[in-house]
C-alpha cells in the first residue's frame, strides 16, 4: 500500500467514524425530532463537505466515490431517527443521490472490483433501510448497483455504437433505466463531446410510449442534430414536425 492509499484508508475511516458520531449524537439528543434532525443535517453536510474537499473530481474521483458511498449508508442508517417533518431530509438525500450519480458517470469505465463491489452492497442495504421510511431517492442509484458498472450494460453499449437491438430489449432498459438517469448519461455524454451518441440515446428515448412528457428528449435529440450539422437528420424531423403540423390544422 502506497502512502497516497493509506492516507485515503485514514481518511475514509475518519470520515466513517465522524458519521457514526452524529447519528449516535442524534439518538441522545435530548432536543425536540425536529430540531436534533434540522441540526443532525446540518452536522452532516458541512463533515461532508470538509472530507470530500480534499479530493478533486478531476484527479482523484475513486477517493470521492468511497466518500459517497459511506456518506449515503451512514445517511440511510440514520434515516429511522430522523423526524418526518423535517424538510431538509428527503432534500439532501435527493442532493446525495445525485451528486453521487453524476461522479459515476464521470469515472472510467473500469472501477476496481473491490471498490464497485462495496458500492453495490452499500446501495443495496440503503436503498433498502430507506425504503422502509417510504423514501425512493436511491432508486436512481440502486439500479447503477445493479449493474457491473456504470456504463457496461449491453443494450446501452449496443444502443451508443449505434447497432441498435430489438424494440422490447430497448424498451425493457428504458424502463429499468428510468429518465432522470438516462437524462443525465445524455448530458454527460454531451459534456464530453460525445454528441453522437448522445443524439442515438436521445432518440431512443423521445420514441419510447413510457417516456411521454418526461425529459425532454425530443428537444435534446434535435439539439445534438444541430450540433452535428446532421442536415438529413434534422430535415428528416423538420418533415415530421411539419405533416404532424398539417394533421392539426386539418383536424
Known amino acids: 500500500?502506497?502512502?497516497?492509499?493509506?492516507?485515503?484508508?485514514?481518511?475514509?475511516?475518519?470520515?466513517?467514524?465522524?458519521?457514526?458520531g452524529l447519528t449516535t449524537a442524534l439518538k441522545e439528543s435530548s432536543q425536540s425530532p425536529l430540531e436534533?434532525?434540522?441540526?443532525?443535517?446540518?452536522e452532516f453536510c458541512q463533515v461532508l463537505v470538509e472530507h470530500a474537499g480534499r479530493w478533486k473530481t478531476d484527479e482523484d474521483p475513486l477517493p470521492l466515490l468511497e466518500v459517497y458511498t459511506v456518506a449515503i449508508l451512514s445517511f440511510a442508517k440514520a434515516a429511522s431517527?430522523?423526524?418526518?417533518?423535517?424538510?431538509?431530509v428527503p432534500l439532501l438525500l435527493e442532493k446525495l443521490a445525485l451528486s453521487c450519480a453524476e461522479l459515476l458517470l464521470l469515472l472510467p469505465h473500469h472501477v476496481p472490483g473491490a471498490l464497485w463491489e462495496e458500492f453495490q452492497s452499500s446501495m443495496k442495504l440503503a436503498h433498502s433501510l430507506l425504503q422502509e421510511s417510504g423514501s425512493t431517492q436511491l432508486c436512481l442509484l440502486a439500479v447503477l448497483a445493479q449493474q457491473d458498472g456504470v456504463w457496461s450494460n449491453t443494450t446501452l453499449s449496443s444502443i451508443l455504437s449505434n447497432q441498435i437491438p430489438q424494440t422490447e430489449q430497448v424498451h425493457?432498459?428504458?424502463e429499468l433505466e428510468g429518465p432522470t438517469l438516462l437524462n443525465m448519461?445524455?448530458?454527460?455524454?454531451?459534456?464530453v463531446e460525445s454528441v453522437?451518441?448522445?443524439a442515438v440515446l436521445a432518440k431512443m428515448c423521445s420514441e419510447y410510449?413510457?417516456?411521454e412528457g418526461k425529459g425532454n428528449f425530443k428537444?435534446?435529440?434535435?439539439?445534438?442534430?444541430?450540433?452535428?450539422?446532421?442536415q438529413e437528420q434534422l430535415m428528416e424531423e423538420v418533415k415530421k414536425l411539419h405533416t404532424a403540423t398539417q394533421l392539426l390544422v386539418h383536424t
Open 172 to 174: 425493457e432498459y428504458l
Open 1 to 20: 500500500m502506497t502512502e497516497k492509499e493509506y492516507d485515503t484508508r485514514k481518511a475514509i475511516e475518519e470520515l466513517r467514524e465522524r458519521f457514526q
Open 36 to 42: 436534533a434532525s434540522l441540526h443532525f443535517c446540518q
Open 81 to 88: 431517527c430522523l423526524s418526518s417533518e423535517c424538510e431538509n
Open 196 to 198: 453522437d451518441k448522445a
Open 209 to 211: 410510449p413510457g417516456y
Open 219 to 230: 428537444q435534446t435529440y434535435l439539439l445534438c442534430i444541430c450540433m452535428t450539422k446532421n
Open 185 to 191: 448519461r445524455i448530458k454527460h455524454l454531451i459534456k
